[in-house]
């Protein structure tokens, strides 16, 4: 069977003279303290410190880029384990679900789930065999051991990572319980949530009527009218920042604003709420409330996150029996320009706002995102995502973006994962990539040594804390 | 005069190591067979075996990449001997009209044709020295002499090209003469035809009237009616599949699905058969009998292949003089994520449906095609096509397609030609692209280097064989 | 204090080999003269051989690639020295202007304007320390000092500068007088006009009124009717044609075309000046326009670029405070295929006519731009721009249109620049690019290197004088 090993040089460029660079600028951030200022782990692991149970619940399941790829060669979800629409789990013993993937796992040659999943084998769990047909009960054997052992609880795994700072993300309705059981504990970890009021912005959110009664109930405010619904946002904004959030994130498919009139919001709002807004007013009512929710950053400092042009759940029969977020969303052709521009209008030339723009649409890097970002004050460029957090996809991120909008327009990484122990993996990743590609630039004579190895210290560690409004440790 | 030589590092990557990964993978699979499920070669030439006559009459007035580029250059049509519409051939000398291509070879500096050409000129005629105007008359004497010998009918360069199988593509209104000939031969070669019923199914094809009469004829049903019009297309799928054919062949300008009631489809169909369809319900028509043709798919088992984005016929007054496939096609934005949803939404979920998607929009690749096709069981990424079949375009192929769909969601080469004697040089392109993609993930520790030796054998002929539904050898 | 040192192999790739081939190509064009058919210096500065004043007069306040960056990260322009609406200087002091900017240089890491300027400073001024707060007072002082010299004035730089040609743009309602001044004065250096009738043609411009009167003023036709209109066009062609101009320009938001009849021309022109013409009017008529500039280029000879997909003054603030050209234009996605076809219908096919497409949206190189060009005579690939005349962004423009469009559908480099000391800098860049470009082709043995040899010198000088009608020298 092939040994498992992770290649000190690994994703380094191959040409011996780039490569030497890149190691050295390497050098200087491989033990930086990981900061995720963006990301979907679960906070109540960290609340609890309860163990994971066993590989297939832990790495398997959840992970909607592993089951995706099964699911698109033919393999069922029920035999890997993934719980169905309203939680209930299949039938499938976790141990036969973990064969099944180890069979399969030939099919993610050359994807990031194999570059994670290996760094995730090997320097979590210590194993040094390839995984396949043949090893996967001993994998499952490893992780299941380790799991039980107190050295893989959250916490410690935390502690080990040496994680500065892990944002979690939660909606509007949330109580942030597992955030107040966090601080009430006494742990140290710097766990923080995030603003995400998609559910009770998003009248065609299926969630929408539950979490505006959440959303008014928690917020005191009387969400039936457009100035107690601001009012709720605005109180629930300050209890998300009294759990250490610093900034909001919103996913609409599309990135459209608007700028009405006071009476044009209260009509709109009043169909909205009334449950007669039709799918134009929707839009419009999205629009608009972004314009808000960047108002109000202004005036309480949140960073703005906007992550656009996800066809959610597109596979209509899988999301019937399975629910969201079972790698059916599909990227759309997003535009920036004109859908940016009523905000822009607005709070544009604002050096004080920070709102961080996403793209699933590439082509908008060179065409539409370096060039706002490189002109606007309050725009910033978040990281490659999701389908382009890759090594080819951050590459084409630096390539397409840093002539038009430098690298100080952008804001370092985002794991944006729910996939806990792939955050070092991930971390990584990014880290080597950044380093191949200023050694790159050295080698091409495009850059000097010096200021790549500023750059490196920047891109990990620098212009995360400045975009997230993080302290800078002294 | 310079040499010609095929230098045996050629595609390969520059970087020494790279290079050696990329030759010793090379070297799995460059004597490998040929497997052409996708072309438009004339099966004619293996019916009857009969010479070609010249150079010009083979290599140069029937490929539209040779003449698009000469004609944007400023020379005629006339002046290469390129048929006019109807057929009429110019009054051009074939040997003149050669020396006029061969006084324009450099214009070809850095594409494929080059490439291809010169692996022709060098490997099939055995040719040494570089085409220009002072070469041009020793080409055409040395090709010329070359083809009146048996060993270069077209059989015998069949098998001298060691192609396992040669599928060709013929219309819904095709009697399939020369594929029955082939087969009463006794010639041992696998020509294999397709089945591409777009002139049946689109009221705008110049042909529809046409080619309906015949299909009438050649299925015995009444394609009046829209049960009948759906029974001559079972009827001649199953003559097609009689002839080798595993797959089917679709090319409108959007690949715009429909999932119509029955009774819609009567209506539609009463239409489009009346010749009352406007423009929207023509694109209906199309949109609603791909997804027709999935649900045949499904039942008998061929490979549907969607080859959509080409605005055909671009220059009017060429397409008046010469007719259609003369280099004046031009791609246009391509929207496949809602146009598939309503097919997607009756057959995504079955894996033993086989669609493989082609796009001439390479902005799709990360953006659509890749999150479809890996996700969606029923979906296969087609390679490289058209335009795009080149180094350059291969190299985007992979690198903007593994990393979300993986390579076994992906079908091995095609090429797609009607220029018969090229089409080994082709596949040797994209082998060596590929071993060269390969290398570099290896050398970049992305890949071990068994998993890419594995893997350049499944790009070679293991993924295309389980793509069309073909024989494995034992 | 870092030394500024540009490298000799800046630019070329890192790969030992390929970088030895990259330098043998590039010492064939190194000392080649500057061809700059098009750009936007000032003909006044050759008019009058002025000296200028200052570094920041010179080289900052007009720079809006550098402002833009500044402005990004909250730098106001009043800082910089940038002129506000209607050309009021700020109080700003130009040195202090000056050592914001240099506060602010590492901005422009890992950018075009780091390696334009980078080159400025060494090559034209002979710095040799790198530029930040602590250096300066030094820059300032130094250029300051050189500028005062006879051997900085306009006239003794172009002819340091090596420039062959230089082409300056001006608008339909310009009278010349400095390009009159110059060949009045007796001075050797060719510098040409170019046609640019937008604010004459777009009846959105702001300024279409005022340069209507001085348009008509300026030919003496009766520009009230349509065929005073067009006479006047063709008369400011020949005025523009006596001051060397071989090339009209035209940017739009879209390359829209439109084929009308007289009559249709006439009402719209009448709405048109009339002031009536609502916003689809004014594009339909600057899509008219643009088959009127194309029909009077087939009769003229001059060639005709088109500039479109540039979403102009997107700030409103800045626009209000500040004008035009501060950085806040940005690009869109733009459609050809469809836009062009009614002038292609009509002019197409002509290989007399010569019209060169520029594109702010790289998706369409390979999608559109190249198929067009490799196919219609009268169509050529202007080089990438703006945004993209970047070392990555002309990597991307060879590596996606040589495959379909050939180098030979190319028309060598464009600075397009006001930044008249950096014209040799940009041309250097496109240089090594190129070289780099073939290099690699040669390296993989895709194209041998007496053809690189041949194309470097063809894409450095030859394609420049055939597509801008330049005379080519003994």
Not at 294 to 320: V, W, Y
């Amino acid at each position: 069977m092939p040994r498992l090993v992770l290649h000190p040089d690994r994703l380094f460029p191959a040409d011996p003279d780039t490569r030497a660079i890149a190691r050295a600028l390497y050098a200087l951030v491989a033990q930086a303290p990981i900061i995720s200022p963006h990301g979907h782990t679960d906070p109540e692991w960290f609340a609890s410190d309860a163990p994971w149970e066993n590989a297939t619940q832990l790495l398997l399941a959840p992970d909607h880029y592993l089951f995706r790829m099964l699911y698109s060669q033919g393999v069922s979800l029920d035999a890997l384990g993934v719980p169905r629409q309203g939680g209930a789990l299949p039938a499938t013993d976790p141990r036969a679900a973990w064969r099944t993937f180890a069979a399969h796992w030939h099919l993610f040659r050359g994807t990031p789930s194999a570059m994670w999943l290996n760094h995730v084998f090997a320097e979590v769990f210590g194993i040094d065999q390839t995984l396949d047909e043949t090893s996967a009960d001993h994998y499952y054997d490893v992780i299941g051991a380790a799991l039980a052992s107190p050295a893989f609880r959250p916490r410690a795994l935390f502690d080990r990572f040496n994680i500065e700072l892990l944002a979690t993300t939660e909606g509007a309705a949330d109580d942030l319980a597992h955030h107040q059981a966090i601080r009430a504990s006494g742990w140290r970890g710097n766990v923080v949530t995030t603003y995400r009021p998609d559910s009770v912005i998003d009248p065609e959110h299926d969630a929408f009527a539950r979490d505006m009664v959440r959303f008014a109930a928690l917020s005191g405010e009387d969400v039936t009218t457009w100035a107690g619904y601001l009012a709720a946002h605005r109180r629930r904004r300050a209890d998300f920042r009294a759990m250490g959030a610093t900034a909001t994130d919103h996913g609409f498919l599309t990135p459209r604003t608007a700028n009405l009139s006071r009476a044009e919001c209260e009509a709109l709002f009043a169909k909205v709420i009334g449950g007669k807004a039709d799918a134009a007013e929707a839009e419009l009512f999205r629009a608009q409330m972004l314009t808000e929710m960047a108002r109000m950053s202004l005036d309480d400092g949140m960073t703005m996150q906007i992550h656009p042009g996800a066809t959610r759940n597109h596979n209509a029969q899988l999301f019937a029996s399975h629910g969201r977020d079972k790698g059916a969303d599909i990227p759309r052709a997003t535009e920036y320009v004109e859908a940016l521009r009523p905000m822009l209008d607005l709070f544009g030339n604002e050096p004080a706002l920070k709102i961080i723009l996403f793209t699933l649409d590439e082509t908008t890097y060179t065409r539409e995102l370096a060039p706002l970002a490189g002109h606007y004050p309050c725009l910033k460029l978040g990281p490659a995502w999701w389908f382009h957090d890759s090594p080819e996809g951050m590459r084409r991120f630096r390539e397409m973006t840093t002539e038009t909008a430098g690298f100080y327009n952008t804001v370092g990484f985002n794991d944006d994962t729910r996939a806990f122990l792939s955050i070092p993996a991930r971390h990584d990743v990014a880290r080597r990539i950044d380093c191949g590609f200023l050694a790159r630039l050295v080698a091409e004579h495009r850059l000097a040594d010096w200021e790549a190895a500023d750059l490196i210290v920047e891109l990990t560690t620098g212009l995360v804390r400045r975009a997230y409004g993080l302290p800078v440790p002294a």
